[in-house]
């Protein structure tokens, strides 16, 4: 059974930096896409970056030059925000698909898994 535990949200001030942690455990093919995504209260999800099994990362917009995804042979992935604006306030979702990338970004689809969640609050 696959679990995802995020860990690593907090409330910090506008520039600040936070780096979130995502715990895999029962992700037992090596062809998972892991990524992150977040939403705000009556917003949908969106995407914020994903990571192929190889390497391959690819991230929203918002999230290029400030946010790095990295992940590790325990299948656990991390995200590290620099420069945080009160926009990326938000809950933060780790997911992964062992179908690959194709099937998690921009939207996920398919057997998609989900953590439960982790708050980040950025303060201006």
């Known amino acids: 059974q696959v679990e995802l535990v995020e860990s690593g949200g907090d409330s910090v001030q506008a520039g600040g930096s936070l780096k979130l942690s995502c715990k895999g455990t029962?992700?037992?093919?090596?062809?998972?896409?892991l990524g992150w995504f977040r939403q705000v209260d009556g917003k949908e999800r969106e995407g914020v970056a994903v990571i192929a099994s190889e390497g391959t990362t690819t991230y929203a917009d918002s999230a290029k030059g400030r946010f790095t995804i990295s992940r590790d042979d325990d299948n656990n992935v991390y995200l590290e925000m620099e420069s945080l604006k009160a926009e990326d306030t938000a809950m933060y979702y780790c997911?992964?698909?062992?179908?690959?990338?194709?099937?998690?970004?921009?939207?996920?689809?398919?057997?998609?898994?989900w953590g439960q969640g982790t708050q980040v609050t950025v303060s201006s």
């Open positions: 029962g992700l037992t093919y090596f062809s998972y896409c």
């Open positions: 997911v992964a698909n062992h179908l690959g990338c194709y099937y998690l970004w921009p939207r996920p689809r398919g057997n998609t898994h």
